[in-house]
Every structure is written in C-alpha cells, then in structure tokens.
C-alpha cells in the first residue's frame, strides 16, 4: 500500500459520495448528518469495525438495567403471558385471518397499544429494553405481534420521534389506549425496496390551508382498520436556490379526512390475522398543520421510524424459538425409534444446538442494541438494529425449519403449531426493509463511513499535517510485520471475562475484526465508486459484519454473566465459544473471498449464469436426454 | 360502609410448571422457578375489589408472608385494584417451615391490629393443598366463617355466603366480621393490566416481622421425605 494508492482512493472516494447521491436510494439520507472525525462515540460501534477499530467502550460491559426496572419488566411480563397462553387461539386466528374483537380489546386493556408512548399521553412509557422484553411474548402469535408493531413501532413511530407537541397531545392518547388504531403508509405497487420513488402526491390548496393527497399505498398493515395513518406523499418544495423540486412529506392522515378506501385483505401465507390491504387517497384534505416534520423532510422522517423498530425483531425471534425449544425437546425426549430416544441421536442434537445458539445470539444482540439505544442522548444505532434484523429473520427460519424436522410427519400437519410459526415467519425476512435491502445498506453505510475517514485522513496528510502521516505509515508497518492484534479485550486489563478468552475466542474477535478492517480498505481501493454496483461483494461484507456484531454481543453478554455470577453462566461460556469459533472460520472463508483474484471467489461465474438464464428467461440447457445426431 | 378487607395472597409455584423433586428428597426444587399469585388468591383478591368497586368496602389490603419475593404478589393484588400492601417478612429455614397454623396466627394477630372486618383467603393453596388457613384463622378470631364461597353477598352486616359443598350448595348466613374462602366460581379474576401495574408502582407495602405480631412461627411438623409419585394406574 502506497501513499499514492491513498490519494487515488481519495478521488474515488469523493466520486463515489456523488454518485451515491445522484441513485437517490434509502442510503444518502444519513450524508447530511455524519461529521467524521470527531471520534467522540456517536455510537459508531459498528462503523468503526470497517476501520479496523473496536470501540469497546461501546459495548462493554453489557448494558443493564436498573433493579427498579427489573422488577417491574418482569411484573409487566406475567399478566401479557397469561393472556397469551390461556386467551389467545392462535390456531383459530390463522384459519379465519382475523383477530377476534375480544382478543384486541384484552390486548387493548392490558394497554400493549401505547407501551412506548410516554406515560403523559396515556401510555405506559416503556424504553426500547423493556419493549423488546415484551416483544419476547407478544411474537407467540404472528398476528398479533406484527398488528401491535404496524401500530406502535411503524404506525404512530413518526408522531413520537418527530411529531410536535400539539400534534403528540392530538394524537397519543386515543392511540395509547388503542381507541385508534395507526398504520404506516409508505409502500406503493411501483415503490417497495425503492421507497425513494413513491408516487403518491399532496398538493397544495390554493388557500395554502390543505394538502390534497392522491395515490395508492399497498402492503400496509392495519390498512383496513386504521383510524389514523402516517402517510408519505410527494410534494412540490422550494429550495434554498429558489428551485422547484419535489420531495418526499410526512402527514398524520385521519381517516375521516375523508375519500380514504381500503382495499380488501390479502390473503397471506402467513400472519393470516393481520390485516394486510391497498389503500387508496383521492383528494383526501389533509390540515398543513398535520405535517411531521418539515414539509420535504419524510424520507428522513420514514428512515429514522423504520431504523428505530427494527431491533426489537431479534428478542421476538428469541422467544418464539426458546418456546419452539421446550416444546419440540418435549418431542424429542420422548418419542423412540430404533429403541432409543431421539434426543440421544446426534443430528438431532444438532438441530436444538442450532435452536439455542440462534436464540443466545439473538436475544444477546437484540438486548446489546437496545441497552445503547436507551442511553441519553441521540444515538444512532440503525446499523446495528438492521443487523439484528437480518440474523434474526434468517435465524428464525432456520430454527422453526429444524424444529419442524424434528417432529417429521407430525411437524408438517395443522395438529401442531410449527407450520404455522414457519408461514408466520417467512415474512420476517421481507418486511421492515428486504434483507437484501439491509445487506446493502449495512455494507455501504460502513463503507462509506470507512472512506470519508481514509479520504478526511488524506486530506490531513496533503495539508502537511506530519502526525497523521506518522499514524498511517505506522499502521501500515505494523499491519505488514506484526501478526498479533490487541483491541484490549483480552489480557490483565481485557474487558472480556478470561473464562472467554481461554481458547482464544476473544482473540479470534479481534482478528476478525482486524482482518475485516483492511479488507475493507482494499475494497475501496480497488473498487472505488463502482463499490455500490458490486452487490455480491457487499452482501459478504455485510455477513462478516453480521458476524463481528454478533460475536461481540454474546462475548459482552457472557462476560457480564460470569462476573456477577448469574446461573448457568457456564453453560453461556460454552455457547460463546461455540458461536466465535463458528463464525471466526465463516468470516476468515468471507474475507478470503474478498481477497484481489481470489480463486475462493465464484461470484463472477455467479453473475454470468444469472445473466445467461435471465437473458432466456428459462432453464438454458439442453435436456440430458437429448441427442445431436 | 368503613368495612376494611384483608386479603391474603401466597406465592407458589406457577401452575403450569412441571414439578421436580429435590435429589435429596427433602422438597421440589424452587430455585429458578416460575412463581406466581395461587389461583384461589387471585380469586379471593378479585372479590374483595369488586367489593370495593361496588362500594361495599372502603379498604382492600393484600397480605402475603414471605421473604422479598412476596412482594412481586402483593404489587400484583395492588395492580388487581387493592389499596395497599402488609409484607410479612418471614425467610429462610421459617420460611421452609412455615404452614397454615403459622399464617393464621398472623392473619389473626393482622386482623386485630388493623381492625379488619372481613378477611377473604383461596380456599387452599395449590402448593400444599392444606385448606386450612381460613378455617384456623376464623377459629383463632373467634369469627364465623364461609368456605368454599361460589357466591358472596353483603347485607347490611349479614354476609351471605353461597358453598360449594360435596352434596351440592349450601347458603348461609353469617355475622360480620368473617373469613370467607375463595372457591373456583366465585368469579373470574381480572388481569392485572400494564398501565394499573405502573400505577400500583405508588401504592405503599409496609413491612412486619411476625414478632412484631406476638406470632411465634417455629413448626412443629418435620417433613421426612418428599418423593414423586409413580405413575397413576400402576400396581
């Protein structure tokens, strides 16, 4: 690596932020808001770690919460889990697609409709922590999970967050006490992934009184019950230069604004009880008073809403797969074949090893995310709740899948509940931003991070400033001669408990990580702005990263549980280790994958099939049977 | 009516946790487990606030006697609608040992001191099975009693109490003040919702030792071994 290499990076760099501009994808929102060097935290956990830099303050020691709040979480806990075990017929909700008026009115008086309103409007004013408990038990039915997260955690999200107080004291307290219920318009037949394209537009009135909304949502959930809705329109803004430009609005649209239809419910393969429906707006007149934020201000708006629910899908993926634990080893200890139980056989085994690891992690990041979301302040955790979000959708498919096999034959039928908890999973990795959506924008908010820094360093060093030169000639040596890293998580002062590091796997984190940092910087170089273009390469970014965050949670989780001597803290140790073994060798096959001309790397071949397949769109060879004579 | 209720609750293992005997057979294993309100106190609690909330009652106070777990069952009475909580603080070795003809003391020595009218109990307690604390504390007071309520009428300062008894039901009527057991029809218990546990955050617990009642708790009973039951229906 040369100086010249890093001035070239510079350039490609600056390009790159244009042309991530110019693509108005759901990525440039965040360009305005970053001030790189002030390395004061700002929560760049995991941005840093495209830097190579562990900032474990961050993260260590696991948050807590006070034992005040302890108590009451596990209060709040008892009465929502009687109700879901004895009130709920689940079974009953799925086979008529629709949620029995008793069920929401008991979900509605137990108050689950306003946990994180503040307790002024009417709500229960619950932190992210204690919203992500109650998300362990509410994720026992589909439905009804995703009906109380359309209405709370996306739906009337935009009122809490950005909306000002006439329109929280209008609004909050009907939606608290569930009288009215929210949904979250922003998905369009032409607009799913591309939520920057909508085309759903507000005019103004000529008395500049209204905005009259035109167009059609799709997808959303509540649609047909919503009372109140937080609607993304396009309207005309005049800019700062005088230019007419049109930008995405927020609005709080009531129903009875009027001229509001909702379509009829979808039929879903899965989450059958929650309402799922088109949405159409002609000329619906909404009061200029009902704007959120600034008018041209909603793409913000709907980003920061969709980043702020997102990590609480890791602690509902944990509780449904720890119940799936009891009930399928339930199965498993007693049901014999071949004159032994089948939880002596070793695939077997396997399949609860993978149920309980997936849990420990989920539940381990899920937490971790919310402990910083909950910290004073601002703080900026989207990338690390769009990462909770992609290892718990994808975990929670696996495990239901492996809690279904367990049970063969009887898994597959409707007398049991694992077909359902897989149909009502499926979903998980489609909505609240596709994980491909997500890959991406884990990968690039990181990279991005990663070359504003390497490009504001260069920028030091052209200016003369010598002790930036000194820093990156020093990193370069010591990366090229020195083989050991040391991000103080191991050793007299690591903050990593020993137990963990005694086979190494602290330090296998920190190699990782390492390793992840300067292949990062070797892909800025060689790929520059066309990085944005290269999805196969990012989604493996985004999984190394995936794994790094991982790995850090149930290393500060375990470390928190074996210092103050929780139970079964060991039983934690094992499965830490297990997990950063795991992942350490997944990520050294990633990043050795994202070496220059690796021959690991079958991407290019990857791209040419698709291509030639899509280009016939059909199965291109010639049938097997076939003859040429 | 400046009636005053107390109501007793026990914190027991959940029911619907598989029970495991200890491996040195001197009890099940509680360490770890799940605990929650006995069924028939949550009864008892449901009719003492519905007592209030038709204003027959001024006062509905939640009583459990334990160590500082217990107090999760009082706030959860006082989330149920109850006004305020007594924990009686009894742990350890006391605790292991601690049985009906113990809780009776106290609840009558409680009964006294606070100037209760009615005390409402569950008709047993689904850990020991005893159903005998209602009956022990009406004797000790000197009180009538109703057991095995289905139903429960105030009249003037006549409590008429429909039983759920071997031959059917029988309906009596007793004097105040009284002991009334809780049975399974009595009514069906309200959840005790998020926000009206958030609010019962302000309600006031006071703490008593069983001294400070004159109540001597040591047992007189010794538990030998407990064993789990063999499957039903075998020989």
Redesign the interface.
Same mark, same amino acid.
């Given at each position: 690596m040369n100086l010249n290499k890093l001035i070239v990076l510079s350039r490609s760099v600056k390009l790159g932020r244009n042309v991530f501009a110019a693509r108005g994808t759901c990525l440039h929102h965040f360009q305005s808001r970053r001030f790189i060097r002030s390395s004061a935290s700002s929560l760049a956990y995991a941005k840093d770690l495209f830097l190579g830099k562990v900032n474990k303050a961050e993260v260590f020691p696991y948050p807590e919460i006070s034992k005040e709040e302890l /108590? /009451?979480i +596990? &209060? $709040?806990v &008892?009465?929502?889990e009687?109700?879901f +075990?004895e009130d709920v017929d689940s079974v009953k909700i799925d086979h008529e697609a629709v949620i029995p008026p008793e069920t929401l009115n #008991?979900l509605k /008086? $137990? #108050? $689950?409709f306003g946990?994180q309103i503040p /307790?002024e409007y009417g709500g $229960?004013g619950l932190s992210n922590t204690m919203y992500a408990r109650l998300g362990e038990i509410t994720s026992l039915d589909g439905a009804i999970a995703v009906t109380l997260a359309a209405h709370q955690a996306i739906g009337l999200k935009g009122i809490l967050i950005a909306g000002n107080d006439a329109q929280k004291a209008k609004y909050l307290p009907k939606l608290a006490t569930g009288e009215h219920i929210a949904a979250f318009c922003l998905t369009e037949p032409g607009s799913g992934s591309d939520a920057a394209s909508i085309q759903t537009r507000a005019t103004l009135t000529e008395d500049g009184k209204h905005f009259l909304l035109n167009g059609t949502k799709f997808w959303i959930s509540n649609g047909g019950w919503a009372d109140i809705m937080t609607v993304f329109a396009r309207s005309e803004v005049v800019d700062k230069d005088g230019q007419k430009k049109d930008k995405i609005t927020a609005f709080i649209v009531e129903r009875a604004f009027g001229g509001i239809t909702s379509g009829k419910p979808e039929d879903k393969l899965g989450i059958r009880g929650s309402n799922t429906c088109e949405i159409t707006f002609e000329d619906t007149k909404v009061p200029i008073e009902n704007v959120i934020g600034e008018v041209g201000g909603g793409f913000k708006v709907a980003m920061n809403i969709l980043n702020n629910g997102r990590f609480s899908m890791g602690s509902a993926g944990a509780g449904m797969i720890k119940r799936l634990i009891e009930l399928t080893s339930e199965y498993a200890c007693t049901r014999k074949q071949f004159s032994r139980s089948l939880s002596e056989f070793g695939m077997i085994q396997d399949k609860f090893a993978t149920m309980t690891l997936n849990a420990f992690v989920m539940e381990s990041m899920a937490y971790l995310t919310a402990g910083m979301m909950d910290r004073p302040g601002v703080p900026d955790c989207s990338l690390e709740a769009a990462m909770v979000k992609v290892f718990s959708s994808e975990g929670s498919w696996i495990c239901v899948s492996e809690a279904l096999q367990v049970l063969g034959g009887l898994g597959f039928t409707k007398n049991y509940p694992y077909e359902r908890y897989l149909r009502d999973c499926r979903i998980l990795q489609i909505f609240e931003g596709t994980n491909e959506i997500l890959r991406m924008y884990i990968a690039l908010t990181g990279m991005q991070y990663a070359g504003k820094i390497l490009t504001g360093k260069i920028k030091e060093m052209k200016k003369g400033n010598v002790g930036v030169v000194f820093e990156i000639l020093g990193k370069k040596l010591k990366d090229s001669v020195v083989r050991t890293v040391d991000f103080g998580l191991t050793g007299k002062d690591g903050v990593v408990h020993p137990s963990l590091t005694v086979k190494n796997h602290a330090k296998m984190f920190e190699q990782n990580a390492a390793h992840f940092g300067s292949t990062v910087e070797s892909l800025l170089y060689r790929y520059g702005k066309t990085i944005v273009e290269e999805q196969l390469v990012l989604k493996k970014v985004a999984d190394v990263l995936i794994n790094l965050y991982a790995m850090t949670a149930v290393l500060s989780r375990t470390s928190r549980s074996i210092s103050i001597g929780l139970?079964n803290h060991d039983h934690e140790v094992l499965l830490t280790n297990t997990f950063c073994k795991d992942a350490h060798f997944k990520n050294n096959f990633l990043l050795t994958q994202l070496q220059k001309n690796s021959p690991e790397n079958n991407d290019a071949n990857i791209k040419k099939i698709a291509q030639e397949v899509l280009a016939k769109r059909a199965y291109v060879c010639s049938h097997p049977l076939d003859r040429t004579f | 009516m400046s009636a005053r209720v107390l109501v007793g609750v026990k914190r027991v293992i959940d029911y619907a946790v598989k029970i495991r005997v200890k491996p040195d057979r001197t009890g099940v294993v509680t360490d770890g487990v799940k605990h929650s309100m006995n069924p028939f106190c949550e009864i008892a609690v449901e009719e003492a606030v519905k007592l209030k909330e038709k204003k027959l009652v001024k006062e509905v106070v939640a009583v459990s006697c334990g160590p500082q777990q217990v107090q999760e069952t009082i706030r959860t009475a006082l989330a149920m609608g109850a006004d305020r909580g007594i924990h009686v603080e009894v742990s350890g070795k006391d605790y292991e040992t601690l049985g009906p003809l113990q809780v009776s003391k106290i609840f009558a020595a409680l009964a006294k001191k606070e100037q209760a009218d009615l005390i409402i109990l569950g008709k047993q307690a689904i850990d020991d099975d005893c159903n005998q604390t209602g009956q022990m504390t009406a004797a000790l007071l000197d009180w009538p009693q109703g057991t095995f309520a289905s139903e429960v009428t105030l009249e003037a300062d006549k409590l008429k109490v429909v039983r759920e008894i071997d031959g059917g039901l029988e309906t009596i009527k007793i004097n105040l003040p009284a002991v009334v057991t809780a049975d399974l029809r009595l009514n069906t218990p309200r959840y005790a919702t998020l926000p009206n546990i958030m609010k019962a955050k302000k309600k006031k617990i006071t703490n008593v030792k069983p001294a400070d009642l004159g109540v001597d708790v040591s047992s007189r009973l010794e538990v030998l071994k407990v064993e789990k039951l063999k499957e039903a229906g075998r020989i």
């Open positions: /108590e /009451e +596990n &209060q $709040l &008892q009465p929502v009687k109700f +075990n #008991g /008086e $137990l #108050g $689950l946990i /307790e $229960l139970r | -």
